[in-house]
């Protein structure tokens, strides 16, 4: 059942131009296609013609006009087989389909009353027979017939050509998309929509319009993802010299959605959660992830759309290099060094976990079951760290050549990852054949770093020794090319001190490259006893265990240059303290907290400050989720108590330096998502929820006031989330019941209103969840709903993790619903079960127990592919 990446073989038949015409109706659509087809010089004439094709009601095939008969083909669930045909042919078609019975939301589908798509990866054989494969590149014109009350607006990608009034009350529009695309980049999208507008004058001097189509009541949400999408466009000239090639750029909002958004060539259709912003529904977080999916998409039309994928095992190659780009444009756009933060953070704790369970992949995959299962943080976000260490080995003048030189040999193909690799060597020089390894291995390399002064020699000695855990299917791992940026503080300085290594001067702060299974560095003339400071701004993606002193950790927090590491130093002593308070709660021994923890935080909270956003992310305590991570076996309540233990003393240490704080970033500005407010507004709402964590009186007046005053969606819900996580009903209760009535009409809304209750540490939560699966704003069908609640509901460590085993058994019962609605959603919801082998015995029998239920289940493929590994 799985593909090989080894089996590639080129398509033998090839689109040169697609026609479609869409006769649209929620119960039958019809669909037209009349291909021109070619076959390849390659193969034989005696070669059938294959094309995918599913969900599909088969009315007509025709072949240059002539129309087929009952035995000139062969039809099974999945492919139509031609077993004779010309050279060059066009083959007409006619299907029949129900966008609104698809509640898998592949290929064309209903969402609130309107039709769009979504064919990435393999959606498209949804809605007619072709081949779908991504190096099968055509130009396509498109007619979509729909009704002109219920569908005035008739969307495609690339121009709008022709449009008029047909019989019926029906009207037509037809587009032609000029650029060769995969059909996997084909949308359509048809309904009651309107529009905001805008536009852009391109380097070159290209006038481009640029709509974003929304629901009626949602046109006041537009404004941030255009301003972002202007940046965006600007952006990607100034920074990699590539220009929009079409006169026209559309987004469109639609509520039901599977993923974030998706990059079809002109036309890219987004979750509406990925677009709508206004300052009284959106946090600043909504804000700035908004920001960087517009960018993302937008990228994809160089990186992705005018290069695209051979096949989907080369997906990292559009997804990699893309996310590298919208994360270099949101740091270029806010603070660098907190955007690094955050995506690092994150990617320790998710990206790690997955390349340590049971469905670790390499960056590029060589099999699958599923492709759908595999757009994962391996993929995006290592991918996206493979990139960027490649940028900082060849440096950033290199890069952008090698980017060009990407960008103009293979406009209008479909390529490798080796093709993208080879133009950085290209224009670099650099043997990169042993960096290639970082696609073709999964797991998360370690490296144990030991360092030593010699006072005499005046020389520091730091030794690396990489490995790399095995991986289901690869036991045996090849040491990685690691490029590990780092500097040598010193003690008595305090400042970066520089480096000779062999003889040769490197700065202060300089890439060492690991290579082998062990290396030792020898740097000479090191005038004072230092502490290294390593792996800086996370230069590459392994784990780093260097054994750091509390001493040491306090010492790089306050003097490192490197901002990161700064942050990196924190979190490493706040780590230190919590292993000792988690063995001190397994042990039944009493909790004591760690002086040196809160001089840190004290220093930090009344010392100058220079980056605000930065010292809310020092001032923030590894989550449960990263701590887990640490642990060799996951023990949810011990790292629960051991969390809130550290948060409370540091309140009760440090009150009233919390409180200034919070009180110093009050403000009564009007809302805007700039870099400034967002900072101010994370200093202060950090600080409260330090308050908070003692509630005393006067943090819930606090509270209570910045809940009442409405002053923007950030505030309110971090004022929310903290009267609905305290322990008293009495402030709980009246708050949710006041949102929830306020905000009953906005699904957006509705959603954060969900997870913020199923979140709570409270034991009363898998009753909610259960009640609230009732509520007449929840709705299995639409993705959204599902992660707002079902899936928040699974990352509340202690009570998706009772003791019991009914957190599991809900979270099975939900995806044993969703794999015949939506398997693609019922895939991503199984992960938290698919990680049991880190937890006690009584919960890995409990989880494996629902594992086992699912898998006697008649599955979809996706699920089954899960549900396989997670018990292999
Ligand atoms: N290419 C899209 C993006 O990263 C995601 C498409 C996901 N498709 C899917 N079937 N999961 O922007
Ligand atoms: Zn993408």
Known sequence: QPVYLSDYQPPAYRVTHTELTFDLDPAATRVKARLLMERNDEVSDQTPLVLNGEHLALISLAIDGTPLTDADYQLNEKNLCIPKVPASFSLESEVEIAPSTNTALEGLYQSSGMYCTQCEAEGFRRITFYPDRPDVMATFTVTVIGDQESEPVLLANGNPVDSGKLENGRHFATWEDPHPKPCYLFALVAGNLHKVEDRFSTMSGRNVTLQIWVEKDNLDKTEHAMASLKRSMAWDEQTYGREYDLDLFMIVAVSDFNMGAMENKGLNIFNSAAVLTHPHTATDATFQNVEGIVAHEYFHNW??????????????????FTVFRDQCFSADTNSAPVKRIQDVSFFRTAQFAEDAGPTAHPVRPDHFIEITNFYTLTIYEKGAEVVRMLCNLVGWDNFRRGADQYFERFDGQAVTIEDFVGCMADTSGEDLSQFMRWYAQAGTPEIDAHGEYDYVKSEYHLTLRQRTPATPGQTTKQPLHIPVRMGLVGTKSGQDLALTLEGETLGKDAVINLRDNEQTFVFTEVAEAPVPSLLRDFSAPVKLHFPYSREELAFLLTHDSDGFNRWDAGQRLAMLALDDLIAAHRNGVEKVMDARVIEAFRILLTGPVSDKAVLAEMLTLPSEAYIAEQQPIVDVDAIHAAREFVRQSLALALRDEFAATFEANRSDEPYAPTPEQIAQRSLKNIALSYLMSIEEEQAIAFCQAQFAADHNMTDVRHALTLLVHSDRDDLSSP?????????????????????????????????????????????????????????????????????????????????????????????RLITPLTRWQRFDETRQSLMRTQLERIKQEPLSSNVYEVVEKALA
């Open 303 to 320: 990186s992705g759309n005018r290069v695209t994928c051979r096949d989907w095992f080369q997906l990292s190659l559009k997804e990699g």
């Open 735 to 827: 708050a949710l019941k006041a949102f929830g009535e306020k905000w009953a009409h906005d699904p957006l809304v509705m959603d954060q209103w969900f997870t913020i209750q199923v979140t709570r540490p409270q034991s009363d939560v898998l009753e909610r969840v259960q009640f609230l699966m009732q509520h007449p704003a929840f709705s299995i069908k639409n993705p959204n709903k599902v992660r707002a609640l079902i899936g928040a509901f699974a990352q509340n460590r202690v009570n998706f993790h009772r003791l019991d085993g009914q957190g599991y058994a809900l979270l099975a019962d939900v995806v044993i619903e969703l794999n015949r609605l939506n398997p693609e959603i019922a895939a």
